[in-house]
């Protein structure tokens, strides 16, 4: 049987679109995979690893007859591509991200990618590791994780169903949100907690006495900040690209944060039980889901 892909082009064969080939791959979906990338020997790394066939040397002649292209880079470096591939996209070939915000994505690609935007179908797997590189990606990153698809009015049913398809072979349970709901959900329960793990540890880091503080820092400490070890640039750029709706979740968590330091101030062990006990039902009723 033929692949459901014949050709992907994937720009960033790092954890992400590193996955997204060996998941591929592994389901046999896939005939052919051709990476670019910022260096050439991450991109050397990664077809040693069995994540790429080919190291891509022209675009013009790479995106033309793909059916896929993945862009896997940090959403700063998005808008760039967009603007090496769209002259050469072909007219059957479908994009595709993995980024983590949406709407400043969307609006790269309507601004570069002109009348091929009916061609991009957006996307973000909700999967990720604190590693980074070709090194990190995992065969079986997307099985039974969420992906989430957020079509634009231009795309195709064919065209969306062809991306879901693609996601799905990975292993991923895909669903749809519009690019704001997608940038409203994921400022509260994604880049914010990132956010506060970067601040803490950051704190910590400026005190003089942080060596003493870390030694007896133990798996409380460990599961909070563990996010704090994921790559500064891309969550510089996912801060800064979702920066409208991050605001006002750290605005609602400094406030939350007042309610609390007001019930420490006031000696209010009944607000603090509340406020304790409400957190503790819900946070076990979704890790019962």
């Given at each position: 049987?033929?692949?459901?892909?014949?050709?992907?082009?994937?720009?960033?064969?790092g954890l992400i679109g590193g996955s997204f080939s060996l998941a591929l791959r592994k389901a046999g979906a896939v005939g052919e995979v051709v990476g670019f990338g910022r260096s050439s020997a991450t991109l050397e790394e990664a077809r040693q690893?069995?994540?790429?066939?080919?190291?891509?040397?022209?675009?013009?002649?790479?995106v033309c007859d793909a059916d896929i292209v993945l862009l896997a880079t940090p959403v700063a470096q998005?808008?760039?591509?967009?603007?090496?591939?769209?002259?050469?996209?072909?007219a059957d070939t479908l994009v595709t991200d993995g980024g983590s915000t949406k709407s400043d994505v969307v609006a790269a690609a309507r601004?570069?990618?002109?009348?091929?935007?009916?061609?991009?179908?957006?996307?973000?797997?909700i999967a990720g590791a604190e590693k980074s590189g070709a090194s990190a990606a995992q065969t079986d990153l997307y099985q039974?994780?969420?992906?989430?698809?957020?079509?634009?009015?231009?795309?195709?049913?064919?065209?969306?169903?062809?991306?879901?398809?693609?996601?799905q072979s990975c292993g991923?349970?895909?669903?749809?949100?519009?690019?704001?709901?997608h940038d409203e959900v994921f400022a509260a329960v994604s880049h914010l907690p990132h956010l506060l793990s970067f601040a803490l540890v950051h704190d910590l880091a400026q005190r003089d006495n942080r060596d003493q503080l870390l030694s007896f820092a133990a798996s409380g400490f460990r599961d909070f900040t563990r996010i704090a070890a994921s790559s500064p640039e891309m969550w510089r750029d996912i801060s800064?690209?979702?920066?409208?709706?991050?605001?006002?979740?750290?605005?609602?968590?400094?406030d939350e944060l007042y309610v609390v330091y007001q019930a420490l101030e006031n000696n209010?062990?009944?607000?603090?039980?509340?406020?304790?006990?409400?957190?503790?039902?819900?946070?076990?009723?979704?890790?019962q889901q």
């Open positions: 049987m033929q692949p459901a892909f014949r050709k992907v082009v994937i720009f960033g064969a690893l069995g994540i790429l066939d080919r190291i891509g040397r022209d675009v013009s002649q790479e998005m808008a760039d591509i967009f603007v090496r591939i769209a002259p050469y996209l072909g601004a570069n990618l002109g009348k091929r935007i009916s061609q991009f179908i957006p996307a973000h797997p039974g994780r969420k992906v989430v698809l957020t079509p634009l009015p231009e795309n195709s049913k064919d065209a969306v169903a062809r991306i879901r398809k693609a996601w991923a349970v895909v669903s749809e949100l519009t690019p704001q709901q800064l690209a979702n920066r409208e709706a991050l605001l006002k979740e750290v605005k609602r968590y400094a209010d062990a009944a607000k603090l039980e509340e406020i304790f006990s409400e957190a503790r039902k819900v946070r076990s009723a979704w890790t």
